[in-house]
């Protein structure tokens, strides 16, 4: 019955969530295609519709065929004359990772016949403008936007001033043609236009995008003949036939540069990368970064080739369309809702995309600074998959006015820490809640105070700001320099908060034999907000590393291999490694003979000294020490949360009786057949105990080449001396 009722529950607010994401999406699309007044970035709105994507993969019953996400581009504006589309401009479906792209060449593989064999083409997906351009015996008659896809706005003199567009075609050509393709403005020309404009106070454009379609969608053809724009032709909507047309072409191929001949006959055209070949013919301009692929393989080859080159590219790009070269294999696989199944766009990963923020946790730095930080489900962002974002301080989270269960715009510009730079408050649902920085040190339990931070210098801080055509939108966010810099930080003013001793995470880590934190990564660790105190290390997760400068995916697996594999440790190392005063390996040995487990011991810490002073070799100043680490609330709670983060304290057997029972021997100098760790260990074996320091209790010395003031010591105590190779002999 619960069961039942939990999933009730969980549709219900998935369903909610649907909605949510559809009309936001819904509006964000009108601001985009209507308006040219893009609301959030394009990996922004990827992002959201990435996530109504797979819930309606994972919930089919709230699919909905006339819902905003199966409808293409927005409505046509007023302001210009309506032109009906004979053939619809379709929208593309996009992947936005190779697991996505197999997905899709699965999934159409299972609608071609068993035996079908076809290539891939590839070819640069443009962020520009879709427009469909008519000619009439080679003569330009009219140019229109996509629109809805089905009527668009007849913008032919503005295009008319794209230098790039032929007004007449190149013989041979057909009677009658309709080219799609994508009207473009450089992103050298973005910066000189913003520059323009902010030296005139004009709002700046958003992007590459939003500037070629303002261009074209001016009333007045000289404004958008100012811009310079660009225009390439990736495909034929339409075209009659012509018995005068036919050659052989010869098309690039990726795989060890080889070349594949096709021909053309009558103009009846076989292959999409037959049209782009046409294309080039009758005077268009075509990107030539494209490839013919046997396979996915190559595919890939081919996406991984321009994400190289795509930061120095002349125009904005966002993907690759893949699609299935064979015409006659194009018309089987059809269309469904407003994309075609043959044809693709890969997205390369968003340096943006959108989460929930589940809770904020705070994390104690070095210097007892008090970092909040956003743990949301390991959202894809920049190629890595995240589950923590830093929010900086409380400043930050007032800024943004950022609550718990908000839908936030998280960035990772580059290899480092992701933040949150965008709260999206038009998805709340009004359960959302507000977050209260603790009054109590969550690592010691010591008083938290606020103190100001930095100075009159200017410093780069997050800011809102509204764009252009937007009204009252304040979904952008960019760095700026602010008079008023200075902000309040909580830190924890205990001078002993373990969180802030370095040499605390050095010892444990080292007592847990976790070889690949070195001082300098533990130190990194904590700027960066990743872990307070020791038990944190053992909540990290690759992705959370991976995404330091410097580390990467195999440094950051080794990382996680080897925490993993130390979450089990003997009960007198753990005693240790929690580094209770006068408590060293030794004494730590002697406790956990003694009690066999940590909860005896802790039961027997937290009454009487007596049971503790009763043990050998411990003292009153060592009894007191641990009686108060165990009557302390924090160090209880820490040892709480190692547990539930997956450390387990292995009991304390005692051994039998051996050869080396109640012999007590002290290592020096340097032993040539074995470490002296390794003598150590095998001393402890047969039941022996190994000392630092030499006292009257010690039954024998072992001295090695170059052996210390220890061997000094033992002489004037009459301690008997062993030499190495009388220590072997009695192994």
């Not at 649907?18 to 009309?23: D, G």
């Not at 964000?28 to 959030?40: E, F, I, K, M, S």
């Not at 294999?329 to 340096?351: D, I, S, W």
């Not at 105990?689 to 080449?705: E, L």
Request: with cysteine; proline share 4%.
């Amino acid at each position: 019955m619960k069961e039942v009722e939990d999933k009730k529950r969980t549709s219900l607010a998935e369903s909610k969530r649907v909605k949510k994401l559809r009309k936001e999406i819904a509006r964000l699309r009108d601001l985009y295609h209507t308006q040219n007044a893009p609301g959030v970035t394009d990996d922004v709105y990827d992002s959201l519709t990435h996530e109504l994507k797979e819930l309606l993969k994972k919930y089919p019953e709230f699919n909905d065929l006339n819902a905003p996400e199966n409808r293409v581009a927005g409505k046509p504006l007023n302001k210009f004359v309506k032109v009906q589309h004979k053939t619809r401009m379709l929208s593309l479906n996009d992947a936005f990772s190779e697991t996505e792209l197999y997905e899709w060449e699965t999934r159409i593989k299972k609608l071609l016949p068993a035996r079908a064999k076809f290539n891939y083409f590839c070819e640069v997906k443009f962020d520009g403008l879709a427009v469909s351009l008519v000619y009439e015996n080679g003569k330009f008659m009219r140019g229109a936007t996509r629109g809805d896809g089905l009527i668009g706005e007849d913008i032919t003199q503005n295009l008319k001033t794209i230098h790039s567009i032929p007004l007449l075609l190149q013989k041979p050509y057909l009677p009658h043609l309709e080219i799609r393709g994508e009207a473009l403005l450089s992103k050298e020309m973005l910066v000189k236009l913003n520059k323009e404009n902010e030296k005139k106070g004009k709002p700046l454009f958003a992007n590459t995008r939003n500037a070629a379609a303002g261009s074209l969608r001016q009333l007045d053809p000289k404004l958008a003949a100012k811009r310079e724009l660009d225009f390439f032709a990736y495909d034929i909507a339409e075209a009659t036939p012509n018995h005068e047309f036919s050659s052989r072409l010869t098309l690039p191929r990726v795989r060890g540069g080889t070349y594949a001949t096709q021909k053309i006959h009558d103009s009846a055209m076989q292959t999409h990368s037959e049209k782009h070949q046409m294309l080039r013919r009758i005077g268009f301009k075509v990107e030539k970064l494209e490839a013919l692929c046997a396979n996915m393989n190559e595919v890939f080859t081919f996406i991984k080739k321009f994400e190289k080159i795509r930061p120095d590219f002349l125009y904005g790009t966002d993907g690759v369309v893949v699609s299935v070269d064979d015409l006659k294999l194009q018309e089987t696989l059809g269309v469904v809702g407003k994309a075609p199944r043959f044809m693709v766009a890969f997205k390369y990963p968003a340096e943006r995309a959108t989460t929930i923020v589940k809770d904020i946790k705070v994390n104690v730095g070095r210097t007892g600074v008090l970092t909040p930080l956003a743990l949301f489900e390991p959202t894809l962002v920049a190629g890595s998959r995240v589950s923590k974002a830093t929010l900086h301080n409380m400043d930050q989270i007032e800024r943004l006015d950022l609550r718990i269960g908000d839908t936030v715009v998280i960035e990772k510009a580059g290899d480092v820490i992701p933040k949150v730079v965008e709260v999206l408050i038009r998805m709340r649902t009004g359960k959302e809640k507000k977050f209260k920085m603790p009054d109590k040190c969550p690592a010691c339990g010591g008083k938290v105070r606020k103190k100001k931070m930095g100075d009159s210098s200017a410093h780069e801080i997050s800011s809102r700001l509204t764009l252009p055509g937007v009204p009252g939108g304040t979904y952008a966010t960019q760095k700026s320099c602010e008079l008023e810099n200075i902000s309040v930080a909580h830190y924890c003013s205990n001078p002993k908060c373990p969180a802030k001793n370095e040499r605390y995470l050095e010892h444990f880590v080292s007592v847990f034999e976790i070889y690949e934190l070195g001082p300098k990564i533990l130190r990194r660790f904590k700027d960066e907000g990743l872990i307070t105190d020791a038990a944190d290390i053992f909540t990290l997760k690759k992705e959370d590393i991976a995404l330091l400068e410097r580390f990467g995916e195999k440094s950051a697996e080794n990382i996680i291999n080897e925490i993993k594999n130390k979450k089990k440790i003997p009960f007198s190392r753990f005693l240790w490694a929690l580094g209770i005063l006068h408590v060293g390996e030794e004494t730590a040995r002697d406790l956990a003979l003694h009690f066999g487990t940590l909860e005896k011991l802790i039961t027997s810490a937290r009454g009487v000294l007596a049971e503790i002073d009763s043990i050998e070799n411990i003292g009153p100043a060592v009894s007191k020490s641990v009686y108060d680490f165990f009557n302390n609330k924090n160090n209880l709670n820490f040892i709480k949360k190692l547990q539930r983060n997956g450390v387990i304290v292995e009991r304390a057997e005692k051994k039998k009786a051996d050869k080396f029972t109640e012999l007590h021997f002290v290592l020096t100098g340097t032993l040539s057949q074995m470490s002296r760790e390794i003598a150590k260990e095998r001393i402890l074996a047969l039941g022996g105990k190994v000392a630092g320091s030499v006292s009257k209790n010690t039954s024998y010395i072992v001295a090695g080449a170059d052996p210390g003031s220890k061997l000094k010591v033992a002489e004037k105590l009459g301690v008997k001396i062993l030499s190495e190779k009388e220590f072997l002999s009695m192994l």
